[in-house]
Nanobody, 123 residues
Framework: QVQLVESGGGVVQAGGSLRLSCAAS????????MGWFRQAPGKERDIVAA????????YYADSVKGRFTISRDNAKKMVYLQMNSLEPEDTAVYYC????????????????WGQGTQVTVSS
């Protein structure tokens, strides 16, 4: 069982930056692929970025490539999402998720979810 808690969301102007953090408990973080998903009002929950057990492989949605960076610190049981050059289209609730499997891209491939943190980008 893994408990995940996101933090770092807020309101930022277009072009600004935010750093989201996800803190895990109960299990070694190295056992899990970690991902960030987001869900805007009226939209599906979609993958933003994912990172493998060791951090050696990453995935980014096309819409965030070159702007967002996912990283992890297994010793500290932390996962991060650095978001730069934010756009109004990035406005969503961002969720941290953990999967006991190789790198995954779908919500149903993840076993544990945080409660989400709101990111609002104003124009």
């Amino acid at each position: 069982q893994v408990q995940l808690v996101e933090s770092g969301g807020g309101v930022v102007q277009a072009g600004g930056s935010l750093r989201l953090s996800c803190a895990a408990s109960e299990r070694p973080l190295s056992d899990y692929t970690m991902g960030w998903f987001r869900q805007a009002p009226g939209k599906e929950r979609d993958i933003v970025a994912a990172i493998s057990w060791s951090g050696g492989a990453t995935y980014y949605a096309d819409s965030v490539k070159g702007r967002f960076t996912i990283s992890r610190d297994n010793a500290k049981k932390m996962v991060y999402l650095q978001m730069n050059s934010l756009e109004p289209e990035d406005t969503a609730v961002y969720y941290c998720a953990a999967a006991a499997r190789a790198l995954g891209y779908r919500t149903d491939e993840y076993d544990y979810w945080g409660q989400g943190t709101q990111v609002t980008v104003s124009s």
